[in-house]
């Protein structure tokens, strides 16, 4: 059974950090490359950030670059989204997504699994 699971969520004030964890299992986690996506109330999900399987390629969103940091642990089975210097605006649902083999893709449909999110919500 395949198994994506997000933590590290929480309310925090705006220019405050958080780390977002997603522990993959049932499957290979090296030979999945694995993205992060957000849901804001009342808008569409979005792309955040993505690495390949390999680690070697990463992709983020315009709105994110220079602030958000992707990284994996294939020790672990886990994909971590660092978040510094919050906005309001990044108040969202956060979901990791698992493609198999794939890189760092940034389109919803390129991923094969996807976990049931942890919700981050920034105060101004």
């Known amino acids: 059974q395949v198994q994506l699971v997000e933590s590290g969520g929480g309310l925090v004030q705006a220019g405050d950090s958080l780390r977002l964890s997603c522990a993959l299992s049932?499957?290979?986690?090296?030979?999945?490359?694995m993205g992060w996506f957000r849901q804001a109330p009342g808008k569409e999900r979005e792309f955040v950030a993505a690495?390949?399987?390999?680690?070697?390629?990463?992709a983020y969103a315009d709105s994110v670059k220079g602030r958000f940091t992707i990284s994996r642990d294939n020790a672990k089975n886990t994909v971590y989204l660092q978040m510094n210097s919050l906005k309001p605006e990044d108040t969202a649902v956060y979901f990791c997504?698992?493609?198999?083999?794939?890189?760092?893709?940034?389109?919803?449909?390129?991923?094969?699994?996807w976990g049931q999110g942890t919700q981050v919500t920034v105060s101004s």
């Open positions: 997504a698992a493609r198999y083999f794939g890189g760092a893709a940034t389109r919803e449909k390129a991923y094969d699994y």
């Open positions: 049932g499957l290979t986690f090296s030979d999945y490359a």
């Open positions: 690495t390949s399987w390999s680690g070697g390629d990463t």
